[in-house]
Every structure is written in structure tokens, then in C-alpha cells.
């Protein structure tokens, strides 16, 4: 079965610093990977996702992942944090199996910019 | 993106009545939608996998008589809590995906969620 780990809990930042959460997967074939932003009480937004291809991946609002197969990982990454990014990330690992998937969730990354 | 709408956002009911929600896919057909809840600053659980026209597949360790699925049409999924206790009280968050497409479009889109409190 696959799982996600998200090890930093909360993450705090100055507007206009750089960022980056981490999440590492476990999955015996190569996964597909999502990271989703939740702002309070809504639900979930697709940032990006990776299924195949380029491992740099862009998404909306200036974030980006790279997935790296070597560490497990697909960490997500923005240049420069606006103040508008405070919000709750799930990074999300879904495991195909002929064609459909059931993405798991890691436990999420609060993230709390300064201004 | 594709849209999916959650009904009600928010909702309070007394113990012991039951709770309809609803997903709806509005510009496209969902064969599959999924029911997830969420506890404050945790992350989402699955609760179970909605098939158009068959039962639901619970996870583990989740009450099927209690969180009854319906999903009758290829656009609509309910979620129905059955004699609500305070303990059901949680944000539960449905999502939908087609199933079929190109891998380009294999992701799951998700409604805004619905509130619910038992008083």
C-alpha cells in the first residue's frame, strides 16, 4: 500500500522568502503525485501533479515540485512567498491500477507566512 | 478545471437525526467520487469509494449502516449520516474523477466541503 509522509507539521516563512515542503512517498511502482492547497474551511486545490515526463513540474500560483525518484521524494517549492499562500498543503500520492487510482493524503504542512 | 459541488456547506443537526450531503459533478461524468473526512489540522481520511450503479466500497474501520452512499446517477453521489451523534461532527470533503480519460486529465476534483455539526 502507498502512504505519503509530510515530516514538517507547520512551516513559517517572511513574505517574500523562498519555500519549501517537503513529502516523501512510499510506492512500489512509479506513482502518480499531487499537491493540493486547502485555505480554511474550503475544500482542496489542485497545485500540480506528476505522472509521467519532465520530473520538474510547474503549477498554478508560481509553485513547482520535483519529483525525485532516487529519495522518494516530490517536494514543493516557491521562489517567493506571498502572503496569500498561508494556507494548509497536502502532498497526495495516488497508485494506478489499470487506469483508475484512489489518491492517499499525507497529514498536511500548515503553512504561516510573516509580513 | 471541472467543477464539483458540495451541498450543504454547512450544516447543524441534533443527535440522533440523520444528514443527507451532496456531490455533484457539474460539467462532467463521474463514475468514481470519493468520500473523505477530515478532523481540525489533520489530514483527509477516506471513508469509502463510490461506483455509479453498485455499492460503495468502505475502508476499513468504517461504518457502512451508519455513512450510507447513494450514487444513482453519473453525476450525483450522497453521503447520508444516519442517527448523527456529536462524535460524527467533522468537515467531510467529496471528490470526483472520470475514469477512462487521458492520463492528462486523470485527477480528482473536489468540492468545497460541507460542515457538519451535532448538537
Known amino acids: 500500500a502507498q502512504s505519503v509522509t509530510q515530516p514538517d507539521i507547520h512551516i513559517t516563512v517572511s513574505e517574500g522568502a523562498s519555500l519549501e515542503l517537503r513529502c516523501n512517498y512510499s510506492?512500489?511502482?512509479?506513482?502518480?503525485l499531487f499537491w493540493y492547497v486547502q485555505s480554511p474551511g474550503q475544500g482542496l486545490q489542485l497545485l500540480l501533479k506528476?505522472?509521467?515526463?519532465?520530473?520538474l513540474v510547474q503549477g498554478i500560483k508560481g509553485f513547482e515540485a520535483e519529483f525525485k525518484r532516487s529519495q522518494s521524494s516530490f517536494n514543493l517549492r516557491k521562489p517567493s512567498v506571498h502572503w496569500s499562500d498561508a494556507a494548509e498543503y497536502f502532498c497526495?500520492?495516488?497508485?494506478?491500477?489499470?487506469?483508475?487510482?484512489?489518491?492517499?493524503f499525507g497529514r498536511g504542512t500548515s503553512l504561516i507566512v510573516h509580513p | 478545471g471541472a467543477v464539483v459541488s458540495q451541498h450543504p456547506s454547512w450544516v447543524i443537526c441534533k443527535s440522533g437525526t440523520s444528514v443527507k450531503i451532496e456531490c455533484r459533478s457539474l460539467?462532467?461524468?463521474?463514475?468514481?467520487m470519493f468520500w473523505y473526512r477530515q478532523f481540525p489540522k489533520q489530514s483527509l481520511m477516506l471513508m469509502a469509494t463510490?461506483?455509479?450503479?453498485?455499492?460503495?466500497?468502505?475502508e476499513q474501520g468504517v461504518e457502512k449502516d451508519k455513512f450510507l452512499i447513494n450514487h444513482a446517477s453519473l453525476t450525483l453521489s450522497t453521503l447520508t449520516v444516519t442517527s448523527a451523534h456529536p462524535e460524527d461532527s467533522s468537515f467531510y470533503i467529496c471528490?470526483?474523477?472520470?475514469?477512462?480519460?487521458?492520463?492528462?486529465?486523470?485527477?480528482?476534483?473536489f468540492g468545497q466541503g460541507t460542515r457538519l455539526t451535532v448538537v
Open positions: 463510490s461506483n455509479e450503479g453498485s455499492k460503495a466500497t468502505y
Open positions: 497526495a500520492v495516488g497508485a494506478a491500477s489499470g487506469g483508475s487510482y484512489i489518491p492517499t
Open positions: 506528476y505522472f509521467s515526463g519532465d520530473t
Open positions: 510506492y512500489g511502482a512509479t506513482p502518480y
Open positions: 460539467d462532467f461524468q463521474a463514475t468514481t
Open positions: 471528490s470526483a474523477r472520470v475514469t477512462g480519460v487521458a492520463e492528462g486529465r486523470r485527477e480528482a476534483f
